[in-house]
Antibody, heavy 115, light 109 residues
Framework: EVQLVESGGGLVQPGGSLRLSCAAS????????MSWVRQAPGKGLEWVSV???????YYADSVKGRFTISRDNSKNTLYLQMNSLRAEDTAVYYC?????????WGQGTLVTVSS | DIQMTQSPSSLSASVGDRVTITCQAS??????LNWYQQKPGKAPKLLIY???NLETGVPSRFSGSGSGTDFTFTISSLQPEDIATYYC???????????FGGGTKVEIK
């Protein structure tokens, strides 16, 4: 059974950093495209980043230069390193499998950026 | 950047009604259009991919159609468990990025 479990969310001050994790089971992260999508409270969905199976990475303009997507093949885990956090980064962050369409999603982890 | 215009933003219908949601792209996206269902407090769930393909395990009352710039999502007979927000999503590969529509909140009348 495919499962994605995010962790690492929490309260952080503006300008701070946080690393999100997404532990996968039932498939191999390194063989798939993996994405991060976020949802601000009461708002719609916003794509954040993708890592290709070959290792190429791409980002939404809103996070480019501040966020870094990566993976640990030995742990079958996806990461999102978030630096220089802003209030507008407050959201539930979901990891999902795919890029053209997202067929499996985690339950999400809440990131709150506030002083 | 490709913009996705989804309408309506909300609708209220009776159980058994046919429900239609539309999504318009600002330029030709071929069939790179997907539909998701999101229930409160839950992650989105893929229902339709590549405009008209039903994801495995999704009830057949859900369907999608369209290509190019205009797309339609239909629930043929609304059920109480279909209460959710529905999102369209397009895929652009140069550079790779996804764009979601604004969402349609479906409620029971």
């Amino acid at each position: 059974e495919v499962q994605l479990v995010e962790s690492g969310g929490g309260l952080v001050q503006p300008g701070g950093s946080l690393r999100l994790s997404c532990a996968a089971s039932g498939f191999t992260v390194s063989s798939n495209y993996m994405s991060w999508v976020r949802q601000a409270p009461g708002k719609g969905l916003e794509w954040v980043s993708v890592i290709y199976s070959g290792g190429s990475t791409y980002y939404a303009d809103s996070v480019k230069g501040r966020f870094t997507i990566s993976r640990d093949n030995s742990k079958n885990t996806l990461y999102l390193q978030m630096n220089s956090l802003r209030a507008e980064d407050t959201a539930v962050y979901y990891c999902a499998r795919g890029i053209q369409h997202l067929d499996y999603w985690g339950q999400g982890t809440l990131v709150t950026v506030s002083s | 950047d490709i913009q996705m215009t989804q309408s309506p933003s909300s609708l209220s219908a009776s159980v058994g009604d046919r429900v239609t949601i539309t999504c318009q792209a600002s330029q030709d996206i071929s069939n790179y259009l997907n539909w998701y269902q999101q229930k409160p407090g839950k992650a989105p769930k893929l229902l339709i991919y590549d405009a008209s393909n039903l994801e495995t395990g999704v009830p057949s009352r859900f369907s999608g159609s369209g290509s190019g710039t205009d797309f339609t999502f239909t629930i043929s007979s609304l059920q109480p468990e279909d209460i959710a927000t529905y999102y369209c999503q397009q895929y652009d590969n140069l550079p790779p990025r996804l764009t979601f529509g604004g969402g349609t909140k479906v409620e029971i009348k």
